[in-house]
């Protein structure tokens, strides 16, 4: 199994629709993250959460919501999808300290239309 | 807020050639991370740097962190097909602090 996974893989779905994308790790860390990957624009920090009653925001959370549900899962939601939010989307995970880097997961291709 | 500034954008070279790229930032860090991120993957851990000066190898891949440590440069020789992806350099700048990307460099390798 991979150390981390997120689901669904792909999703289309139309404006103004809520939808939840998923991540799940295996590595036993606190920290969890999710980013939003554009053409030309590298990794955007939309939330992230240090432990499971810290949540904090990123730099660009307007429009998205997360739940810590559990250490080992982080969900991320689009209460109303709009098509700007098409993007492909990365959860990641690291120990405490973040010096031996992020685990990331293999993404979610979110489309709106 | 700390910034990095990734170069070049895109590179499109043959194979067997040499390749170079850079991150600088507006600031110090102290860790120093490169990332390959494949088409339809996450991004994936190539090296990791913690000392200025640090040169750490990964087969062909060399990593340097830079003296002032506000940059760090990655090359890749004889570059080869499978070399094909997105890099990513990340910056932390004390330990428990978030890390922050560069913008990527997307490399393509011609046969």
């Known amino acids: 199994d991979a150390d981390v996974t997120q689901t669904p893989r792909n999703r289309i779905t139309k404006t103004g629709k809520r939808i939840m994308l998923e991540c799940s790790q295996t590595?036993?860390?606190?920290?969890m993250y999710w980013y939003r990957q554009d053409p030309g624009l590298g990794l955007r920090l939309i939330y992230y959460?240090?432990?499971?009653?810290?949540?904090n925001k990123g730099e660009i959370s307007d429009g998205y919501s997360v739940s810590r549900q559990a250490q080992a899962k982080f969900s991320l939601s689009l209460e109303s999808a709009i098509p700007n939010q098409t993007a492909l989307y990365f959860c990641a995970t690291s120990d405490t300290t973040g010096v031996y880097g992020y685990t990331f997961g293999s993404g979610t291709r979110l489309t709106v239309v | 807020g700390q910034q990095l500034n990734q170069s070049p954008q895109s590179m499109f070279i043959q194979e067997g050639e040499d390749v170079s790229m850079n991150c600088t930032s507006s600031s110090i860090f102290n860790t120093w991370l490169w990332y390959k991120q494949e088409p339809g993957e996450g991004p994936v851990l190539l090296i990791a740097l913690y000392k200025a000066g640090e040169l750490t190898s990964n087969g062909r891949l060399t990593a340097q962190f830079g003296i002032t440590r506000k940059d760090s440069f990655l090359n890749i020789s004889a570059s080869i097909p499978s070399d094909v992806g997105i890099y990513f350099c990340?910056?932390?700048?004390?330990?428990?602090?978030?890390?922050?990307f560069g913008q990527g460099t997307e490399l393509s390798v011609k046969p």
């Open positions: 959460s240090f432990d499971v009653k810290d949540i």
């Open positions: 590595k036993g860390h606190d920290r």
């Open positions: 990340a910056g932390q700048w004390d330990q428990g602090g978030k890390l922050i």
